[in-house]
C-alpha cells in the first residue's frame, strides 16, 4: 500500500460522508413528507422511490471494480458525488412539478432517484475503498466510527438548517433550497479529497491483474466478481452483512408505532425516543472507535469481538422489548431503547471495521469490488428490512388479536435474526488467527502467541 492517511486526511474523508448524507437526508425524509402532505400523493410513491435507490446500488460491485482498474478512487468519489448532487436536485424539481403534473413529476422523480442511487453507490463504495487501503490498520476502527458519525451529522446538520428556511413552505423555495445544499456539498468533497489520494496504483499495474482474456470488455467485470465471490471470506462476509443489515434496518419503522400503540406515547414522545435510541447510536460508535484503536484493537479477530457484542446485545435488547411490551407501562422504554441504540452503533462501526480489514484479504486490486459487493449486500437489506419488519406487524397483528403480542413477535424474530449474525460473524472470521483445524497444536500455538503479543501492544507477522 502507498500512502498512509493520518488522521487530518481520515476526517477529510468523513467530509465526503457529511456531504452525502446532506443531500440524501432532503431527498428520503423533506422530499418524503413533501409528497405525502403537501401533495396528497400515496405513502406508497416516496416508499418505492426510495426503494428504487436502494435496488439501484445493487450495482456497486461494478462502481468499485472500476475504481480497482483505474487504479485510483478520487475520480470515482466525485463523479458519484455529481451525480448525486445532480440527482438530489432532480428530485426537488420532480417533487414541485407533482404539485400541477404527477405523472411528468413521478417520471423525473424515477429519473432523480436512479442517479441517487448511482451516486451514493459509486461516491460510497469508492470512498470506503480509499480508507480499507489508505488507512493503517490500527485506525480502522476509528476511521470507521469517524466516518459513520460524520455521515449522520450530514442528516441532523441538513435536516435542522433546511428546516428552518423552508417554512412558509413553497414549491420553489423547496427547488432554491435544494440547489444550494447540492452545490455546497459536492464543493465540499472536491475540497475534502483534493490531493489527499497518493498515486500508488497505476492502471496499467491494475490491469494486469485482470483476467487476459477479458481484459477490455464487461467480461471482466463478471470475472472478476466471481473471483471474490468464490473466495470464501468474502462471500461467508457477504451473508453476514445481508443478514445483520436485514435485522438492523426491519426495527426502523415499527419502533415508534410500537411506542404509540403499545405505550400510549404522542407523537411527540415517540419522536424524542428515536432521539434517545440515535444518542445510544453514537455513543456505541465512539466507543468502538476509541477501544478498537487505543486498546489494541488492531486485528479482525478484536473487531470479530465488538461485532460479535454487538449483535448479542442488540439480539438481547430486542427481546426485551418484545417482553416490555407485554408487561405494559411501568416498563423501562426509554432505557431498553437506549441499550438498543448503543448495541446497534458497536455493531454498525465494528461491522465497517471489519469491511475495512477484509477489504485487503485475497487476491489483489480487488478492494472496490468486495467493498462493492459488500455495499450491494448492505444496499439490498435496508431495501427489504423496512418493508418486512412493517409488514410482518401487519402480518401478525392479523394473527394474534392483542397488538402487545404481534409486536413481541416482531421484535423477538428480529431478534433471532441478531443472533443468527452474531454466529455468522464467528463463522466468517473463524480461521483468522487459527489457521488450520487439521493440526490443533498449531493453532493453540498460534493463538496462544496472538494472545501474548496482543497484551504486548505488538504487531504479528
Not at 477529510?12 to 402532505?37: D, E, F, K
Not at 416516496?46 to 450495482?59: D, E, M, W
Not at 475540497?191 to 471482466?220: F, I, K, M, N, Y
Not at 446485545?313 to 416498563?331: D, E, K, N, Q, V
Request: aromatic letters at 8%; proline letters at 3%; one cysteine or more.
Amino acid at each position: 500500500m502507498g500512502q498512509t492517511l493520518g488522521w487530518v486526511g481520515i476526517i477529510r474523508l468523513g467530509l465526503v460522508q457529511t456531504a452525502l448524507g446532506a443531500i440524501v437526508v432532503l431527498t428520503t425524509s423533506t422530499l418524503n413528507r413533501v409528497m405525502v402532505v403537501e401533495h396528497a400523493l400515496p405513502a406508497m410513491l416516496p416508499g418505492a422511490l426510495v426503494a428504487l435507490h436502494y435496488v439501484v446500488q445493487l450495482s456497486r460491485p461494478r462502481w468499485g471494480y472500476g475504481s480497482d482498474i483505474g487504479g485510483r478512487r478520487t475520480p470515482w468519489i466525485l463523479g458519484g458525488m455529481a451525480v448525486l448532487a445532480i440527482g438530489g436536485f432532480a428530485a426537488s424539481v420532480a417533487t414541485a412539478w407533482m404539485e400541477t403534473n404527477t405523472a411528468a413529476g413521478i417520471a423525473l422523480a424515477v429519473v432523480a432517484f436512479t442517479a441517487i442511487g448511482g451516486g451514493v453507490g459509486a461516491a460510497g463504495t469508492s470512498l470506503l475503498a480509499l480508507l480499507a487501503t489508505s488507512v493503517d490498520e490500527r485506525r480502522r476502527p476509528a476511521a470507521a466510527a469517524i466516518v459513520w458519525i460524520m455521515m449522520i451529522f450530514g442528516f441532523v446538520l441538513t435536516a435542522g438548517i433546511v428546516g428552518g428556511y423552508l417554512d412558509p413552505f413553497s414549491s420553489a423555495r423547496l427547488m432554491t433550497i435544494s440547489l444550494i445544499v447540492s452545490v455546497l456539498a459536492f464543493g465540499v468533497a472536491v475540497l475534502a479529497v483534493w490531493g489527499v489520494e497518493a498515486p500508488s496504483v497505476l492502471p496499467s499495474e491494475a490491469q494486469t491483474a485482470l483476467p487476459e482474456h477479458s481484459r477490455d470488455s464487461g467480461t471482466a467485470f463478471r470475472t472478476a466478481l466471481k473471483e471474490v465471490w468464490e473466495e470464501p471470506k468474502a462471500r461467508r462476509f457477504t451473508i453476514f452483512v445481508f443478514v445483520s443489515m436485514l435485522a438492523y434496518s426491519a426495527q426502523d419503522l415499527i419502533l415508534e408505532p410500537f411506542a404509540g400503540a403499545v405505550f400510549g406515547m404522542t407523537p411527540g414522545e415517540s419522536t424524542r425516543l428515536a432521539g434517545v435510541q440515535h444518542g445510544g447510536v453514537l455513543l456505541g460508535m465512539i466507543l468502538v472507535g476509541l477501544a478498537g484503536s487505543t486498546l489494541g484493537g488492531r486485528t479482525l479477530g478484536s473487531m470479530r469481538l465488538w461485532v460479535v457484542g454487538g449483535c448479542c446485545g442488540s439480539s438481547l435488547a430486542l427481546l426485551a422489548l418484545a417482553f416490555g411490551g407485554l408487561i405494559g407501562s411501568s416498563y423501562p422504554l426509554q432505557l431498553n431503547v437506549f441499550v438498543l441504540g448503543f448495541a446497534n452503533g458497536v455493531f454498525a462501526v465494528a461491522a465497517i471495521g471489519s469491511m475495512m480489514n477484509l477489504a485487503g484479504t485475497g487476491r489483489e486490486s480487488r478492494e472496490g469490488t468486495r467493498m462493492g459487493l459488500w455495499g450491494a449486500a448492505q444496499a439490498m437489506a435496508f431495501g427489504l428490512g423496512g418493508f418486512l419488519g412493517a409488514a410482518a406487524i401487519d402480518f401478525t397483528r392479523m394473527i394474534f388479536a392483542s397488538v402487545e403480542t404481534a409486536y413481541a413477535a416482531v421484535f423477538a424474530a428480529e431478534g433471532l435474526l441478531f443472533l443468527t449474525s452474531a454466529l455468522l460473524a464467528v463463522y466468517v472470521t473463524r480461521d483468522q488467527h487459527f489457521q488450520s483445524i487439521r493440526n490443533p497444536r498449531q493453532a493453540f500455538s498460534d493463538g496462544l502467541l496472538h494472545e501474548v503479543y496482543s497484551v504486548k501492544g505488538e504487531r504479528i507477522g
